[in-house]
């Protein structure tokens, strides 16, 4: 049996090169062995309903060797399901989401899904741009959230599929090396919510035999615009319909975090955590001090605000940036990004009303968004890091959410 393995890893190696659209991983699957619980890691697709407009949503399956498997939609790039083996080897589902696309489109939790064409908020929704001002969608009181009324949450994206064995002295040259990715892409008309600029985003999203979930973003634009896109995924390490995160210990490398105002928009402060119930420097319970009496507290009631990541050097590099653990499953979430800010937000609008997977009743801050990103409206404020896209620029960005028992 030995003897053939190089020349299934060719094989595979072949159909990752040429990958035609959107099928290339499924018709490959048969000498791949997809379903086992070994090789490198496989994607298969199925039909997952219609959009509103009567558009055609899949669901694309990825798995790896160690029994982990995430769902992923062409809609919105939602990743509606992550199951991981938990220290005991139970399966847990760890993130937040509904059963049917009709229930995204409706709802306004982002459960899971790519954000953009900028993430978090730009006050109200105005920004200049070499001398001109633009005007985008109000969705958020006066102000911008996450991409306007019809963000890059609520849009049918192209996608193809790329499935690989080792790539020698490759990206994926590791211990267990093979990747599955789900490659997305969408076209952000000039105009749309009001930016300028055609926006041509494509998005990565890779499991690995690692237990990574890669996200790899990439835009260029035909006019000047500015860009901001994460996965906005609700993790609750103990199981999706676990109830409250709030025993979960995080830890972030951030020694500054960005006051709000009414609104959530930025102050420009970037204040230090020391003393506050914002130091995360060592994991701490995200229960322990969430209920003090702090303005900033009150103001998101709770954690929904944006941590400056000490590491971050603009140079493009993947960095530490949290970890989340979750005591009963024992399992740990690790946040690696090149992005240089962090929102923690504690899912504080979380309120019962949301029927999610299964029928599962997700109440007050039941999930926990790591949201890596550029700083919330850092298009109104030129001393933060710019999230202006030329033409002839490509926007690049990473983040691998790990997954791993403790
Ligand atoms: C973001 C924001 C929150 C909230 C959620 C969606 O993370 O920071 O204030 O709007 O999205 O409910």
Redesign the pocket.
């Given at each position: 049996m030995r003897s053939i393995v190089p020349l299934l890893s060719l094989m595979i190696l072949l159909t990752a090169c040429g990958g035609d659209p959107d099928g290339a991983a499924e018709r490959s699957a048969g000498s791949t062995a997809v379903g086992s619980n070994s090789g490198p890691p496989t994607i298969t697709s199925e039909p997952w309903g219609v959009t509103p407009e009567g558009d055609s949503v899949k669901l694309y399956t990825l798995s790896n060797a160690n029994g982990m498997t995430v769902r992923v939609s062409d809609l919105g790039g939602i990743v509606t399901e992550v199951l991981v083996p938990d220290r005991d080897g139970n399966l847990v589902d760890v993130v937040l989401g509904y059963d049917s696309p009709d229930a995204y489109v409706e709802g306004?939790?982002?459960f899971g899904s790519i954000v953009g064409r900028y993430a978090?908020?730009i006050a109200r929704g105005r920004f200049e741009l070499d001398g001109t001002t633009y005007e985008l969608a109000t969705n958020?009181g006066e102000n911008h959230?996450?991409g306007g009324v019809r963000g890059f949450d609520r849009v049918l994206w192209d996608a193809f599929t790329v499935q690989s064995g080792p790539i020698p002295g490759g990206p994926y040259d590791v211990p267990g090396a093979g990747r599955a990715s789900l490659i997305l892409s969408y076209v952000s008309e000039a105009g749309e919510e009001g930016y300028p600029g055609s926006l041509n985003a494509e998005v990565t999203i890779t499991l690995t035999n690692g237990n990574e979930l890669k996200f790899g973003y990439e835009a260029t634009t035909d006019a000047p615009t500015v860009v901001n896109l994460t996965h906005?995924g609700y993790w609750n390490l103990a199981g999706h319909a676990s109830g409250s995160v709030l025993d979960h210990g995080l830890e972030l490398r951030a020694s500054r975090y960005s006051p709000v105002d009414a609104g959530?928009i930025p102050t420009g402060e970037l204040r230090h955590v020391e003393g506050t119930p914002f130091d995360f420097r060592t994991p701490t319970r995200i229960g322990d001090r969430i209920g003090e009496d702090d303005e900033q507290l009150r103001i998101?009631g709770g954690y929904?605000h944006n941590f400056v990541l000490d590491d971050w050097t603009g140079d493009g590099a993947l960095r530490l940036a949290a970890r989340l653990r979750d005591p009963t499953s024992g399992l740990a979430l690790e946040v690696l990004t090149t992005e240089p800010g962090l929102?923690l937000?504690s899912g504080?609008?979380l309120d019962g009303s949301d029927v999610g997977k299964g029928g599962a009743v997700y109440g007050y801050r039941n999930g926990l968004?790591l949201?890596t990103q550029h700083f919330p409206d850092s298009p109104n404020r030129l001393e933060f890091p710019s999230t202006v896209l030329r033409p002839g620029e490509t926007y690049e960005s990473e983040t691998v959410y790990r997954i791993r028992t403790t």
């Open positions: 306004s939790t982002y978090n908020r958020n959230l996450h906005h959530l998101g929904d929102q937000y504080n609008f968004c949201e």
